[in-house]
T-cell receptor, first 112, second 118 residues
């Protein structure tokens, strides 16, 4: 089982739609959680951190469920420019220090 | 405000040749990382460094060598390139986890180096 698992998609949605991605992680010692966005042939960029209380940044809402070990990202009112791959990222504190684990990503296509 | 840069951005080489990919960051971040990204595998950690002169293996270190004599530079060397090392290579850096204002140590990525081994 992968340490961080995501549905690879692709998700094909029309402009204005609401879309949700889920991500599950296997290590209960995971401490920090992030969503990154990666455009085609570009580097990953931080989209938002994920806090236990849930957090919102404009049209984006991230949720963390520690009991079920999953993270979600909700995008409301999708724009064409939201088309990208979304990476779920988990940081774990182990005996060797922090380890950052990236999910393989979920591809989103927003169409006019 | 250069941030984190990588060079070259594109490289074509032949099997058996030695190749060095450069990574430079201007933030004085403690941690630096090298990843490769291939279709179907996502980002895989090759090596990382917690500080100058401290390096450690990641998930896929075989065939690669790193060094970190200065905090700002973290070169990655393919000692004898193989076709399986054709990939996109990303360098990243982060502050020490827990550092105030560090957003809990999230990583900043360079623009990547696209390497083709013939």
């Amino acid at each position: 089982r992968k340490e961080v698992e995501q549905d690879p998609g692709p998700f094909n949605v029309p402009e204005g739609a609401t879309v949700a991605f889920n991500c599950t992680y296997s290590n209960s010692a995971s401490q920090s959680f992030f969503w990154y966005r990666q455009d085609c042939r570009k580097e990953p960029k931080l989209l938002m951190s994920v806090y236990s209380s849930g957090n919102e940044d404009g049209r984006f809402t991230a949720q963390l469920n520690r009991a079920s070990q999953y993270i979600s990202l909700l995008i409301r009112d999708s724009k064409l420019s939201d088309s990208a791959t979304y990476l779920c990222v988990v940081r774990v504190l182990g005996t060797g220090g922090f380890k950052t684990i990236f999910g393989a990503g979920t591809r989103l296509f927003v169409k006019a | 405000d250069a941030g984190i840069t990588q060079s070259p951005r594109y490289k074509i080489t032949e099997t058996g040749r030695q190749v060095t990919l450069m990574c430079h960051q201007t933030w004085s971040h403690s941690y630096m990382f090298w990843y490769r990204q291939d279709l179907g595998h996502g980002l895989r950690l090759i090596y990382y460094s917690a500080a100058a002169d401290i390096t450690d293996k990641g998930e896929v270190p075989d065939g690669y060598v790193v060094s970190r004599s200065k905090t700002e530079n973290f070169p990655l060397t393919l000692e004898s390139a193989t076709r399986s090392q054709t990939s996109v290579y990303f360098c990243a850096s982060s502050e020490l986890p827990g550092t105030s204002g560090s957003l809990r140590g999230f990583q900043y990525f360079g623009p990547g180096t696209r390497l083709l081994v013939l």
